[in-house]
C-alpha cells in the first residue's frame, strides 16, 4: 500500500512548526512519512534540524548541498526531485512560493501524473484558492482545486471577527473597519524591527491595505455578496503579537450580552480579560502546543463597547492575532484534504482539541 508523504518546503516561522505538529501528529492525522526539505546549510541551526528528525521528520536537500549538509553532521534521506515525486502533499512555507509553483510544482505534474496538493501560505497572493478553515471549507471539498494558499494571520483573524459577530450571516454586516497594529517581527527574527511605531500607507481608495482586500477575496470564495471592508495597517516595536482594532456595523438590534455569546460560542474564537500582548503570548507558550495558540482571534473582553449608530448595531473594540498558529490549523487542514480527500474534516478531530475557550 501507497503511503500517504507530506513534504514541508521551509524550516522558517511558520515551516518549522508545522513540520513539528505533522511529524509528533502524524499517527493520529493518518500520515505515514514527513519530509521536510531545508536549502542551505547553517551551522547555528544544526540543532533544529537535529529535532525535527528526532520528532520522526525526514531530511530533504539539493543534491549538490549533500556533503554541506554530512559535514555539519545531518543525513539526508531525500534529495528535492526525489521527495517531490513521492509526496501526495507539498507544503511551501517559503516566501518563493509563486516561483516554486512554476520552477517545480506546474513541471511535476505533466512529469509525474498524480493526485497531489500543493499548499502555500499567506504572503503568495494567486498561488491557488485562497483558503481558511472554518471560513470556506466548501472550496476544497468541491474538489479540483490542486493548489491552495492558505490565508495570513490576520487575514484569519479579520475574517473570524466579521464571522463571530454575524453568526456566520455576513448579510448583516452593514460596515467594518479594521486597523491591523503589527509586531514588527516573530520573536524568532533578527531582522525586521523598528525603532518606533510606523504607519503604513492606504494603497486603495475601496479597501485601504491588502488587509481588507484579501478578506474580501477569501469571502468571495463563500458567494457571499461583496462585504464593506476597509483596514489600515501599522508596526510597533514589540515581537509579541498583532492586534486588530475592529468597528463593526450591525443591521441587528444586539446586547453587549448577545456579542459576547457570539464570541464564545464561536470555536475558532477564544477570548481574553488581558488587555496585553505579552499576557496573551505568554499563556501560549506556556500551555499550547508548540508554545501557541490556534484559535482564530482572542477578543479582548475589557475592550468591547457594543452601541447604537444611525439604527445600526456598531460593535468595537480590540482582538490578538495568533499569528502563524492560526494558519498552521488551516495548512494541516488542506493537507488533509490534499491526503484523504472529501473527509478530511473527519481528520481534523485530534487538532480541535487545541481550540481553546479561554486566554
Not at 49 to 68: F, T
Not at 143 to 161: E, L
Request: hydrophobic residues 35%; contains cysteine.
Amino acid at each position: 500500500m501507497e503511503q500517504k508523504t507530506v513534504l514541508v518546503i521551509g524550516t522558517g516561522t511558520i515551516g518549522e512548526p508545522l513540520i513539528g505538529l505533522l511529524s509528533r501528529l502524524k499517527n493520529d492525522l493518518g500520515i505515514d512519512r514527513v519530509i521536510f526539505h531545508k536549502r542551505t546549510p547553517l551551522d547555528y541551526e544544526i540543532a533544529k534540524v537535529n529535532s525535527l528528525v528526532s520528532q520522526g521528520a525526514e531530511l530533504s536537500v539539493e543534491i549538490n548541498k549533500r556533503q554541506a549538509f554530512e559535514s555539519l553532521g545531518h543525513f539526508s534521506h531525500w534529495g528535492l526531485g526525489e521527495a517531490l515525486r513521492e509526496a501526495d502533499v507539498v507544503i511551501d512555507c517559503t516566501p518563493a512560493g509563486n516561483d516554486n509553483k512554476e520552477k517545480y510544482y506546474k513541471k511535476l505534474e505533466l512529469q509525474s501524473p498524480k493526485d497531489r496538493v500543493f499548499i502555500a501560505q499567506g504572503s503568495e497572493k494567486g498561488f491557488g484558492v485562497p483558503y481558511a478553515w472554518g471560513v470556506n471549507d466548501k472550496v476544497l471539498s468541491r474538489g479540483g482545486n490542486n493548489f491552495v494558499q492558505v490565508v495570513s494571520c490576520n487575514t484569519h483573524t479579520i475574517s473570524r471577527i466579521i464571522l463571530a459577530a454575524t453568526a456566520g450571516d455576513t448579510s448583516v454586516l452593514s460596515d467594518s473597519d479594521f486597523v491591523c497594529i503589527r509586531r514588527a517581527s516573530d520573536a524568532s527574527q533578527d531582522e525586521g524591527f523598528v525603532p518606533s511605531p510606523t504607519v503604513g500607507g492606504h494603497s486603495s481608495s475601496e479597501f485601504g491595505t491588502h488587509h481588507a482586500r484579501d478578506v474580501s477575496d477569501l469571502f468571495q470564495t463563500r458567494k457571499d455578496k461583496n462585504i464593506s471592508i476597509f483596514s489600515s495597517a501599522m508596526k510597533v516595536n514589540s515581537q509579541y503579537m498583532h492586534m486588530v482594532r475592529f468597528s463593526i456595523l450591525l443591521d441587528e438590534k444586539l446586547t453587549r450580552e448577545d456579542v459576547v455569546e457570539r464570541f464564545q460560542n464561536d470555536i475558532f474564537v477564544t477570548t481574553t480579560h488581558h488587555k496585553s500582548a505579552n499576557r496573551v503570548f505568554s499563556f501560549g507558550r506556556d500551555h499550547g502546543f508548540y508554545g501557541r495558540i490556534y484559535n482564530q482571534a482572542v477578543v479582548c473582553l475589557p475592550s468591547l463597547l457594543i452601541s447604537r449608530f444611525r439604527g445600526l448595531t456598531k460593535v468595537t473594540g480590540f482582538a490578538l492575532t495568533p499569528q502563524d498558529g492560526n494558519s498552521l490549523l488551516s495548512s494541516v487542514s488542506a493537507c488533509m484534504y490534499g491526503l484523504h480527500g472529501n473527509d478530511y474534516l473527519d481528520r481534523l478531530e485530534p487538532i480541535k482539541r487545541f481550540l481553546i475557550d479561554e486566554v
